[in-house]
C-alpha cells in the first residue's frame, strides 16, 4: 500500500494562490499515475486532477483547466497541485490518491489508495 500524506491547505482569498503537496512512500512511486480530488461540505468528491507516471501526461476537469496544474517529482516521491486564481467553488477537502497502473484514470475506483485530505478554503 501506498501512504499518502497532503500538506499544504489553508484559508486563501479569492484570486489568489495555494500549493498543495503529496508526499508517497511504501511502493515504487515513479510507476503510478497520480490523482488529486476534491470533496464540498455535502457535495460528492469530484475529479480535479491526474498525472500519468510518464510527467508528459496529464487531464484536468474542466471546472479548473488553466487555473491549476498538477506536477511530480519523482526522485523525491511527491506530486503537486499548484492552484491558481482560486475562487470560492474551489473550497473543498483536497485528497491525494495513486493509480492501480502508470495510466492516468479519473474516477474514484481507479485508485487505491488515499490521503487523510487537506483543507482549502477560499474566501471572498
Known amino acids: 500500500q501506498v501512504q499518502l500524506v497532503e500538506s499544504g491547505g489553508g484559508l486563501v482569498q479569492a484570486g489568489g494562490s495555494l500549493r498543495l503537496s503529496c508526499a508517497a512512500s511504501?511502493?515504487?512511486?515513479?510507476?503510478?499515475?497520480m490523482g488529486w480530488f476534491r470533496q464540498a461540505p455535502g457535495k460528492e468528491r469530484e475529479f480535479v486532477a491526474a498525472i500519468g507516471w510518464n510527467t508528459g501526461s496529464t487531464f484536468y476537469a474542466d471546472s479548473v483547466k488553466g487555473r491549476f496544474t498538477i506536477s511530480r517529482d519523482n526522485a523525491e516521491n511527491t506530486v503537486y497541485l499548484q492552484m491558481n486564481s482560486l475562487k470560492s467553488e474551489d473550497t473543498a477537502v483536497y485528497y491525494c490518491?495513486?493509480?492501480?497502473?502508470?495510466?492516468?484514470?479519473?474516477?474514484?475506483?481507479?485508485?487505491?489508495?488515499w490521503g487523510q485530505g487537506t483543507q482549502v478554503t477560499v474566501s471572498s
Open positions: 490518491a495513486a493509480g492501480r497502473g502508470p495510466f492516468i484514470v479519473t474516477t474514484e475506483s481507479g485508485f487505491g489508495s
Open positions: 511504501g511502493r515504487t512511486f515513479s510507476k503510478y499515475a
